[in-house]
């Protein structure tokens, strides 16, 4: 069975970038639909952005866009989230997950879960 788990979060001032990381163990996680979710206590869990794995389709929540970037190195099967220029509305639990789709977008698709790294922006 695929294992995510995650690292890299912190507080951080806004403006501030952090870059969070998503190891794979047990299977390759170029074959799955990959994405990065985030949760804030009481609400829902909301996408960040997902990287289709059948057509490569990257697909960014609006209110990450130009300033967060997912890539993924497959030698280290790692998953990785580039956050720039980071607003305290970013301050979340952020989580990496694993889809057996070809197609994923939303939480409702997702098999494997990490189990989540705190972000924390303020001044």
């Known amino acids: 069975q695929l294992q995510l788990m995650e690292s890299g979060g912190g507080s951080v001032q806004p403006g501030r970038s952090l870059r969070l990381s998503c190891g794979g163990s047990?299977?390759?996680?170029?074959?799955?639909?990959l994405g990065w979710f985030r949760q804030v206590s009481g609400k829902e869990r909301e996408r960040v952005v997902v990287?289709?794995?059948?057509?490569?389709?990257?697909i960014y929540a609006d209110s990450v866009k130009g300033r967060f970037t997912v890539s993924q190195d497959e030698a280290t099967n790692t998953l990785y989230l580039e956050m720039d220029s980071l607003q305290p509305g970013d301050t979340a639990m952020y989580y990496c997950?694993?889809?057996?789709?070809?197609?994923?977008?939303?939480?409702?698709?997702?098999?494997?879960w990490g189990q989540g790294t705190q972000v924390t922006v303020s001044s």
């Open positions: 047990g299977y390759k996680l170029s074959g799955y639909c």
């Open positions: 997950g694993a889809s057996r789709l070809k197609r994923c977008y939303s939480d409702l698709d997702i098999d494997y």
């Open positions: 990287n289709i794995r059948s057509d490569e389709t990257v």
